[in-house]
């Protein structure tokens, strides 16, 4: 079993910045077997999306849609997942959540608000 506790978001004026992090805790075995991480986000009204993952290496990837102004990023060390988020859009607007992949299990987070508004 594997925890996932999110945080960081809130509300933030367009071409704002905001660091979400993603805290994993739960037994050392299954910490230790923690690969892909990513973060979704979930619009009202919208299905989820993934905007970014990382491998358990680092090596990222994201969305489009995010390209060139999110950057995802991992401290194994530390058993945290981050998303730093700048020049934030309206239509970044959403619930953000984390995952974990455990071998053949997806771990997810409550997920923390982001709102861009002015």
């Known amino acids: 079993q594997v925890q996932l506790v999110e945080s960081g978001g809130g509300l933030v004026q367009p071409g704002g910045s905001l660091r979400l992090s993603c805290v994993a805790s739960g037994s050392t075995i299954s910490i230790n077997a923690i690969n892909a991480m990513g973060w979704y986000r979930q619009a009202p009204g919208k299905e989820r999306e993934l905007v970014a993952s990382?491998?358990?290496?680092?090596?990222?990837n994201y969305v489009d849609s995010v390209k060139g102004r999110f950057t995802i990023s991992r401290d194994n060390a530390k058993n945290t997942l981050y998303l730093q988020m700048n020049s934030l859009k309206p239509e970044d607007t959403a619930v953000y959540l984390c995952n974990a992949v455990v071998l053949w299990t997806t771990y997810w987070g409550q997920g923390t608000q982001v709102t861009v508004s002015s």
């Open positions: 990382i491998s358990r290496a680092g090596n990222p």
